[in-house]
């Protein structure tokens, strides 16, 4: 039991780039979320999924798309890279539903340059 | 003003002593509550939920205050391994939960 994964650990882009952080759990969790870490703003919500086929945006949806083709998978993609990007992101995974403890994966530490 | 608003800490406190954090929401809807911690470059993990009547996990103990819209940690007879940041999480009454920016703990010998 792997719980939540995330891959890469480590990214760096150039702005305008785009790229997907992967992320898989295999606890059979419907709710799965994304959020970026920010020094001094905590974890910030960037979309979130209740379950395979259905996403919907947090706090800070804007240069990010996501898709739920299965309950395992939620990548995140950035479309096109900005400086602003720079982040930690964790992706997470609760069941039943968002209201139970959320596991997290270990984190995609992303820079723009 | 944040939905969810911690003191930013960082608290330095000697082993064996009692420390507390507090914790404010601004969202009357939220219904669940959570303290989660995080150590330095790694992720966050659940602490304990907090329920309305208070509970307690060993030497921690949560609070929830809904008429003053708080909620606090208490931890008795710290412990080096405590360090870390302690991170407050309300519900938004929708399918979102929010985080505090988070409370840094330094425990020293």
């Known amino acids: 039991n792997a719980g939540v994964t995330q891959t890469p650990k480590f990214q760096v882009l150039k702005t305008g780039q785009s790229m997907t952080l992967q992320c898989a759990q295999d606890?059979?969790?419907?709710?799965m979320s994304w959020y970026r870490q920010d020094p001094g703003m905590g974890l910030r919500l960037i979309h979130y999924?209740?379950?395979?086929?259905?996403?919907d945006q947090g706090e800070v949806p804007n240069g990010y798309n996501v898709s739920r083709s299965t309950t395992e998978d939620f990548p995140l993609r950035l479309l096109s890279a900005a400086p602003s990007q720079t982040s930690v992101y964790f992706c997470?995974?609760?069941?039943?539903?968002?209201?139970?403890?959320?596991?997290f994966g270990p984190g995609t530490r992303l820079t723009v340059l | 003003r944040k939905e969810v608003e911690q003191d930013p800490g960082p608290f330095n406190v000697p082993e064996g002593a009692t420390v507390a954090f507090n914790c404010t929401y601004s969202?009357?809807?939220?219904?669940?509550f959570f303290w989660y911690r995080q150590d330095c470059r790694k992720e966050p993990k659940l602490l304990m939920s907090?329920?309305?009547s208070g509970n307690e996990d060993g030497r921690f103990t949560a609070q929830l205050n809904r008429a003053s819209q708080y909620i606090s940690l208490l931890i008795r007879d710290s412990k080096l391994s405590d360090s870390a940041t302690y991170l407050c999480?309300?519900?938004?009454?929708?399918?979102?939960?929010?985080f505090g920016a988070g409370t840094r703990l330094f425990v020293k010998a």
């Open positions: 969202n009357s809807a939220s219904q669940s």
């Open positions: 907090v329920y309305s």
């Open positions: 999480v309300a519900d938004t009454g929708g399918f979102k939960t929010i």
């Open positions: 606890m059979n969790h419907e709710y």
């Open positions: 999924s209740v379950g395979a086929g259905i996403t």
């Open positions: 997470a995974s609760s069941s039943p539903t968002f209201t139970d403890t959320q596991y």
